[in-house]
Every structure is written in C-alpha cells, then in structure tokens.
C-alpha cells in the first residue's frame, strides 16, 4: 500500500528516477530497513557550452524546490500510515572530512540509480550527472532495485577530468569498492568552491564536470 502511493506520487513527477534500496551497510541499519533515494534532474540540463555558474546554480534551485514538494508529499503518506522514518541530512557534519551522515551517493547506485563518474557524482543514464539527489530512511522492506557496482563510462572518457580548472579529478573509473579520495581531491575542489562565499556568500556551485559529461545530453 505504502509503495503503491510512492509509485503513484513518483507518477505525477515522470522527470524524476526514483528506486528502493536495503541499508543494511549502513550506520542507521538498526533503525530503518530501507532508502528510497530519487534524482530530480537540474531545471536546466546545461552543457560545456552553454554553461555559467549562476544558471548552473538556479538549476540546483529549481531541481531543489521540487524535491521538497515530492518530500513533503511521502511525509505525507508514510504518516498516514505511522510508518517510521527519517530525512538524513544532505550537509557533511563537518567541513574537514566533508562527509555526511548518510551518503545519497552509495545509496543511489545501491538502488540502481545510476553508477560514480569520474567526477565522482552519481551519473545516471537519461541525465548524466545533471541531477539532485535525495533519500529518505523508511522502516520497511520493499522492493529493491538492481546494484550497480561498475562504472559506464566509456573508457576513453575524460572530459570531466579535463574540464576541471584545479585538476582535482584524478581519472579513475569507478567501481563499488573504490574510495573518494582515489577519484578526487575534495578538500582541494571544496576549498576553491569556498574562496567565492566572502564575494558571493555562498559557495561556487561549479557545475564544470558534471555540464562536461556527454552521457544524458
Ligand atoms: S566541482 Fe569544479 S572544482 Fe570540483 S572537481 Fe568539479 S570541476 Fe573541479
Ligand atoms: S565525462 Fe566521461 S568520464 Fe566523466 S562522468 Fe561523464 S562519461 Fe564518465
């Protein structure tokens, strides 16, 4: 019933690509079963050419007011039903690690969402890496998508790496067992993202190797 009005909601949004994942691999394992993890693509699907920083980031706007809107509606439903959850958080607890609490990333390629890029975001075949993700912990089964556990990115790929200004991408393909730190210098791409908050009072939203990618364009 629950997954039925999850199904129905998802089918007033056709734009987004939604899947269920267990998290038995995670922290929150013994409170929640499941993740329902969805991708809403940017309201602009920009590429290398047409890009600039502040359409790039009025695209994450949009795609972010619509993943309340779908949020606020499966609130809706899993109260209606006392079912058990939580929306983890999107913000990494601290700016040294830059980790978050839960990661939407695993979560999404362990619900078959799409699998890492070289430019270490979710990649997903009908948008490429131009999506918002989000998850939310749900105490019940359901029923789970296909695992990606490798990359497919061609191998002769690299538009990403290259398109980077600090060369922050270290040009590793992805698979399931391979860290961040392999396929890229977050603190180095986080700390120039950072010098734009004194001018701009936020972060730049440097969209440069996602809008690089040609997969979803
Ligand atoms: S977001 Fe920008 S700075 Fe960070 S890796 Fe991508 S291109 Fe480089
Ligand atoms: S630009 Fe190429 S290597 Fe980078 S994520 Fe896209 S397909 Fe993969």
């Known amino acids: 019933m629950v997954e039925e009005k999850i199904q129905q909601l998802f089918s007033r949004y056709p734009a987004s690509i939604y899947g269920f994942t267990s998290i038995s691999y995670s922290l929150y394992a013994s409170q929640y079963q499941s993740a329902l993890v969805f991708a809403v693509p940017y309201g602009e699907q920009l590429t290398i050419e047409n890009y600039t920083e502040e359409r790039f980031e009025r695209g994450i706007k949009d795609a972010k007011r619509i993943i309340e809107e779908i949020l606020i509606q499966i609130e ?3 109260n209606e039903h006392k079912v058990k959850y939580v929306i983890p958080s999107v913000a990494q ?8 609490p839960f990661s ?3 979560a999404a390629v362990n619900a078959g969402l799409g699998w890492i890029g070289k430019n270490d975001v979710v990649v997903t075949e009908k948008y490429g890496p131009r999506v918002r993700l989000s998850a939310i912990l749900i105490d019940r089964q359901f ?3 296909q695992r990606i556990i490798k990359s497919n990115c061609p191998d002769s790929c690299k538009k990403c790496v290259e398109s980077c200004p600090y060369h922050a991408l270290h040009d590793v393909k992805w698979d399931i067992d391979t ?10 791409c986080n700390q120039k993202r950072s010098l734009y908050i004194e001018k ?6 440097c969209g440069l190797c996602m809008v690089a ?3 979803g364009v």
């Open 213 to 215: 990618c040609p997969i």
């Open 93 to 100: 607890s601290n700016e040294e690690e830059l980790i978050a």
């Open 104 to 106: 939407f990333k695993y």
């Open 179 to 188: 860290l961040r730190n392999d396929m890229i210098d977050y603190q180095l």
């Open 76 to 78: 809706e439903i899993l």
């Open 143 to 145: 029923v789970y998508g």
């Open 200 to 205: 701009h009072g936020r972060k730049n939203a």
